[in-house]
C-alpha cells in the first residue's frame, strides 16, 4: 500500500526547534528523491527540501541555513530538521517524492508563535 504518514509537528516560539519525521512505503522510498513541502493558509504547497536516493539535498532559499533535510533507509524514513524558526514557517508540513505524485498524507502542523 502506497502510504506517507508526516509527525512531529507542534506550537513553537520563534527561535525554536523541531524535527518531522516521514514514514513512507518502501514503493514511495525506495524508488524516489524524496521531499518535504508545507502549505500556509491561503498559499501553494511549496516544495521546502529535497534528498535523493544518494543523499544529495536541495533546500529552498527561504529555509536555507535553517532546515537539514535526511533519510534513514532502514526505516523508510526521512526527516526535517528545523531550526531558528520563525512565524513564516507556520504551515501543514508534507512529505512526498519531489515530484509530488503520490497521494498526500495528513501532513503535520507547525506553528511558530509566541
Known amino acids: 500500500q502506497v502510504q506517507l504518514v508526516e509527525s512531529g509537528g507542534a506550537l513553537v516560539q520563534p527561535g525554536g526547534s523541531l524535527r518531522l519525521s516521514c514514514a513512507a512505503s518502501?514503493?514511495?522510498?525506495?524508488?524516489?528523491?524524496m521531499g518535504w513541502f508545507r502549505q500556509a493558509p491561503g498559499k501553494q504547497r511549496e516544495l521546502v527540501a529535497s534528498?535523493?536516493?544518494?543523499?544529495?539535498?536541495n533546500i529552498a532559499d527561504s529555509v536555507k541555513g535553517r532546515f537539514t533535510i535526511s533519510r534513514d533507509s532502514t526505516k523508510n524514513s526521512i526527516f526535517l530538521q528545523m531550526n531558528s524558526l520563525k512565524p513564516e514557517d507556520t504551515a501543514v508540513y508534507y512529505c512526498?517524492?519531489?515530484?509530488?505524485?503520490?497521494?498526500w498524507g495528513q501532513g503535520t502542523q507547525v506553528t511558530v508563535s509566541s
Open positions: 534528498i535523493t536516493l544518494r543523499g544529495i539535498t
Open positions: 512526498n517524492s519531489a515530484s509530488g505524485r503520490y497521494k
Open positions: 518502501t514503493t514511495i522510498f525506495s524508488f524516489n528523491t
